[in-house]
């Protein structure tokens, strides 16, 4: 990445989910763990994947790709888990692979393209060119957004109930 | 100026001081002007005072100034205590507490003037002197030693908090000295220069105008020492000679060091004065940020859990390499540390734990408003104030007692009128109890008023549409106050609701079943009401019956779990496409734990074993594929991005490590339990 001069820089944890990159900043992410088994929960929407035990806390797992909408590929040996945090919230995002950390410079962030999936919208901040690839950079704050899960939660049980 | 930690202190003292001042005021209005209830508010007053004004909030510091004044007076009995004097204390004291709210909220809205002439408005405006000058008009007064009194030893202590030094000092002047207002005047003069007099005996007009013999004295404070106050009152002519001692204040304030954390010696008055204990204990404590005590918490959850991974681990040795000096080691030492884990646990809990007088506190208070509004007479007792609950859950059962108290004020007492007529004593009665039961809080409101009566509830449950007249006339009276609970269940004429929109009891009770706790109403109509509550003694331990269902273990609450059974498929019977069982004689509707989670089978089992839901009246059985056992486990949330998950109350780690679900048995309870009896048997 060229560096603009007088820039900030930022650095992003690159990934891979199936065939497409995607970039989360360093700051929001505690660890990266190999898959482990995901212990599953009843009535909660299709992208959580369930809770895992991470040292005596328990921290729910998300599948990006299952929100995305992107055909899962299972689990291999690169799959990992990023286990990202803000203020007070931790889950963990379930990746086909982890790549690097990349360096960028906030004023190379092309706004993201009108057109995606309806849901994608919110939690893509941006994206980066980086040589002969596109970095989707998303916005852990929404990842996070704790209500939404709840919400959901409940149009799950009210379904089921009926 | 003034760091976070800093008003912290200040704010939890203030709001000590404003619970003594309020009950106080209680005792002065049934008591009357007790001198030492009186002089307990004074100080109170006069600590928020000084501490307010050194923190730079100057309403706070005024208004206290005011309470201060008004209390003088009725220290020195130029004022008496009368019911409209305490409504005006009161109103000062709310005044007080919106002062508090500002500087946590940041705002800075509240008029204190209205209240401050309300105040006055009970004395007349004269200034008194708090000076013991003899005021005899013309006469000559000799210089008596200083009476120290309260307020100058406040003075002085605060002073000494910030480098002053206190002396009492007496001069004396040649006897031929002629002018000796002027060489007062310079003495004055001189000492005020660095410091200041805050006291003078005789008073500063006397003093001035020279009526005094050869000497006066007075109260300094200097940052001076000795040596330098006395030379420099020895440099002005025609002084004979002074006499300089340093004083100190009594150490026996509750406000010490802003600083550290660790306080002094604390006296704590127990009882009220006229309850005829007066306990004085010196209690030593340190003030800990809750936040410890939740970390604290935490880490004791982790010992539980590793305590049950050892216990794995040595059953799995001795199974391996069977009994011997290296199995009993192994044994023991997990012995010892369960047994000092569990210690641990329990020190810790208590910790966390905090007389229910901090919530009961506000109570007393909140009777008088509602029944002086109400014209009701009440007398309102509260026993085991001192029982001690944890304190997240003294956090949440504030607001529910506030509403039952009210409700009980409001709908449960008659108005004098009504009790005489119903040969009742005038003034109904409202006893709020706290107690331990078991293994859990048990805290009880009763009254000995009009009670409720199950018709009056069935006919109003059958109008809301809640019940209809088949039913009504089915279910028993017990069964019928449980609708008091049921949402959008209201009658201005039994139960108070906050809003007008009949959200009372039910949220009072789901507020409680959100702690893990549960209420219910017992009642002789015509005799009165009692609402018990009952709560566990903390939130994050629980013990459990663990079962597997396929690879997965799940937790029952224990509390929920009234027995296990084992059936045969054959013992499964159908009621309208229900699975039933019966069990001795009752009829227990069943159902699958796979199906709960809507996305497992149950294996299926020559032997089926079944645990039996119950709460209250109402049980269910589970159907689960093995049982395990009873365990302690540590409750975990799911956090805040999942939120609230339907079916299940929370996850614990496993001793193995993996994720085991805990099952929200209340709510399965509530929503597929059947009560003993309602079906008739099958066949």
Known sequence: ?162 | MFSDAEVAVFLEELEEKIQVINESILILEREGGLPVVIQEIFRAAHTIKGSSAIMGYDKMARLTHELESLFERLRSGSLEVSTHLVDTLFEAMDTLRSLYEEIINNTNGEDIEAVIVKLRGHYEERPVSTLQTADHGGDVVSGCPLQIDETIEEVIREAELIGFQAYHMRVVLESDCQMKEVRAFLVFETLQQNGEIIKSMPGVEDIQEGKFNDEFSMLLLTRDDLDQVKNGVLSIAEINSIDVTPLSARETSVQRDNEALAGGDVIVNKDAPDSGRKVRQNIKTVRVDVQKLDTLMNLVGELVIDRTRLDRFTEIFEGKYGSGELADSIADISNHLTQVSRDLQVEIMKARMLPVANVFNRLPRLVRDVAQKLAKEIDFIVEGKETELDRNVIEVIGDPLIHLIRNAVDHGIETPEEREQAGKPRTGTIILKASYVESQIMITITDDGRGINAEDIKRLAVKKGLLDNGQASRISDREALEYVFAPGFSTAAIVSDISGRGVGMDIVRSQIEQINGSVELTTTPGRGATFTIKLPLTLAIIKALMVGLGERVIAFPLIYVVETIIIKPSDIKYIRHNEVVVVRGKVLPLIRLGEVFNDFRNEESVRMSIVILGSGDKRVGVIVDRLIGEQEIVIKSFGSYLGQVPGLAGATILGDGRVGLIVDARTLIKETGIEDGVYAEAN
């Open chain 1, 1 to 162: 990445m060229k560096l603009m001069s007088h820039d900030q820089e930022e650095q992003i944890v690159v990934f891979r989910l199936v065939d497409q990159i995607y970039g989360i900043e360093i700051g929001a992410v505690i660890e990266i763990i190999r898959m482990e088994s995901i212990t599953r929960l009843p009535g909660t929407p299709g992208f959580v994947e369930g809770i895992i035990n991470l040292r005596g806390r328990v921290i729910p797992v998300i599948d990006l790709r299952n929100r995305f909408g992107l055909a899962v590929l299972g689990v291999t040996t690169d799959s990992r888990i990023i286990i990202v945090e803000t203020v007070d919230v931790t889950i963990g995002i379930v990746v086909d692979a982890v790549a690097e950390v990349l360096r960028y410079s906030p004023s190379g962030v092309l706004p993201p393209p009108a057109m995606l999936d309806g849901e994608g919208t919110v939690i893509i901040r941006g994206i980066i060119l980086d040589e002969d690839r596109m970095v989707i950079l998303l916005n852990n704050e929404n990842i996070l957004g704790a209500s939404e899960v709840e919400d959901l939660n409940r149009i799950q049980a009210e379904k089921l109930a009926v």
